[in-house]
């Protein structure tokens, strides 16, 4: 499988999509906490998460380009919304938890999980099972 960077999806992180949660603000849904650690495990499933979502995102990025019509936009993103958080939970994570990690590697404060996400990207995509996550700090 090729990596990140032969994908061209070096940013990956980065589009990661904020899932919307009915009956939770969006001003409270979107304030990062104040800190985050999350264990080898934690990482190694939100990056299983990102892998799986993202020719999901990307397909519905193009669907929705390829329309004008508003009622045909609003459906793709409710079709998405409704695969990733299938995927989210699928994976054992709860959609306001992929939620805060993402937007917690959004911040400069996230940088180093961050970090610690792509290698684990990266290391998912080599299929060598033997490279562990890095290190919390």
């Not at 799986?52 to 995102?57: A, D, G, I, K």
């Not at 999980?113 to 290190?135: C, F, K, M, T, Y």
């Amino acid at each position: 499988m090729p990596n990140l960077a032969q994908k061209g999806l070096v940013g990956l992180i980065w589009a990661c999509t904020w899932i919307p949660v009915l009956g939770i603000s969006l001003a409270v849904a979107q304030t990062p906490a104040t800190s985050l650690v999350l264990t080898d495990e934690q990482v190694a499933k939100y990056a299983r998460i990102v892998l799986e979502m993202e020719p999901h995102r990307q397909q519905a990025q193009q669907r929705s380009q390829a329309t004008a019509d508003p009622a045909s936009k609003d459906q793709i993103r409710r079709e998405f919304i409704r695969t990733a958080t299938e995927i989210i939970t699928r994976h054992g994570m709860t959609v306001p938890e992929y939620n805060r990690i993402t937007l917690w590697i959004r911040s400069e404060e996230g940088k180093t999980l961050r970090h610690r996400i792509e290698a684990e990207i990266l290391r998912l995509q080599s299929g060598d099972p033997s490279v562990s996550p890095s290190p919390k700090p």
